[in-house]
């Protein structure tokens, strides 16, 4: 990554924004149905109407949707999804998709997420009587839920066929176009566990020394560079 001053510093706020994307997924590597960041690098041109230029790239930042391994906590509302759904959320915003299913009720028994966001039912709020103990608290693989013999609702779970319309919003929460969730067909839900984070402690480990020692390079590169400068200008000046 040596080259002319514009490439050194193209190149400096590449490596920085991935820096900060590795720091981001390892500080998550323990949020349950978190999903890692991935950067995806774009040549864009440097004049609008005119040809890419090779040292002109922007970052964008995509998600990995892959999923994470299913962690037994034997919590009754703890649901882990296998397959490619998501729950949905009610928010004032509109709806809302996620894989954290790390849920409690809230004073009104509603079924919610951890910063209190309701969690979807078919057919309206699901509702945790509040005189049903937990250990009572059946959810089936198909979403079904009920209190012993009590039906209290169904999840409404959806799938996308291309999960990059998403967009992160947040405490684990993505928004997306409504008119592109279907109903899921191919996810199951299991009861007392979680999905834990599909962050690779390892490889993003990995990942952050290059993207260091690179950065460290860069710098070298636009050091010596400056020197350089000094000196033909000091030529130049007789």
């Keep these: 990554m040596v080259g002319s001053a514009e490439a050194i510093t193209n190149s400096q706020k590449v490596l920085s924004a991935q820096f900060h994307v590795i720091a981001h997924n390892l500080a998550n590597v323990n949020t349950s149905g978190y999903k890692r960041i991935l950067c995806d690098f774009i040549n864009a041109p440097t004049v609008a109407g005119s040809q890419a230029s090779p040292d002109a790239v922007t970052v964008k930042t995509v998600h990995d949707f892959s999923p994470g391994a299913l962690v037994q906590t034997e919590r009754a509302l703890d649901l882990g999804l296998q397959g490619k759904g ?45 005189n049903a103990p ?45 008119n592109l969730a279907t109903a899921a067909k191919t996810t199951t839900v299991h009861q007392g566990f979680q999905e834990a984070s599909n962050v690779g402690v390892v490889d993003e480990l990995v990942g952050l020394i ?29």
């Design 86 to 130: 998501f729950f949905v959320l009610e928010t004032p915003e509109g709806q809302l998709y996620t894989r954290h299913g790390v849920f409690t009720t809230n004073a009104e028994g509603r079924l919610v997420d951890l910063a209190g966001r309701a969690v979807a039912g078919e057919s309206g709020p699901i509702v945790i009587p509040k």
């Design 210 to 238: 290059m993207v260091s020692r690179l950065y460290e390079a860069n710098l070298k590169a636009a050091h010596a560079q400056d020197e350089r400068l000094k000196t033909l200008l000091q030529v130049a000046a007789g």
């Design 134 to 178: 937990l250990r009572s608290i059946n959810v089936s693989a198909d979403g079904n839920i009920s209190a012993g013999k009590a039906v209290l609702g169904k999840l409404r779970l959806v799938e996308f066929a291309d999960p990059q319309v998403l967009v992160a919003v947040g405490q684990n929460a993505f928004q997306g176009p409504p």
